[in-house]
Nanobody, 116 residues
Framework: QVQLVESGGGLVQTGGSLRLSCTASRSIFLSMAWYRQAPGKQREQRELVAIITSDGGTNYADSVKGRFTISRDNAKNTMYLQMSSLKPEDTAVYYC?????????WGDGTLVTVSS
């Protein structure tokens, strides 16, 4: 079992910035990622926002490239998502995911609201 604790969500104006954090009870094994679920969407419609692998490789959704940066602190088992130039369409609950050979685990999510 892996416990994940997210923090950093909140209300921000268009163009503003936020930094999300996700601390895991275990070190990154295969990858950690940020997903988001927009208002009115189902769990199955969660969108992959960014992913970072155990060797440091990263990938981003086209909608956030150039605006979001994923990073990690291995010593703290913590992953970050620096979000800049936020838009109203970025409003969502952001979930942290940890993946290993035994499966994937999810955090409870943190709400990001971008006002226009």
């Amino acid at each position: 079992q892996v416990q994940l604790v997210e923090s950093g969500g909140g209300l921000v104006q268009t163009g503003g910035s936020l930094r999300l954090s996700c601390t895991a009870s275990r070190s990154i094994f295969l990858s950690m990622a940020w997903y988001r679920q927009a208002p009115g969407k189902q769990r199955e419609q969660r969108e992959l926002v960014a992913i970072i692998t155990s060797d440091g490789g990263t990938n981003y959704a086209d909608s956030v490239k150039g605006r979001f940066t994923i990073s990690r602190d291995n010593a703290k088992n913590t992953m970050y998502l620096q979000m800049s130039s936020l838009k109203p369409e970025d409003t969502a609950v952001y979930y942290c995911q940890w993946s290993g050979f035994g499966g994937s685990y999810w955090g409870d999510g943190t709400l990001v609201t971008v006002s226009s």
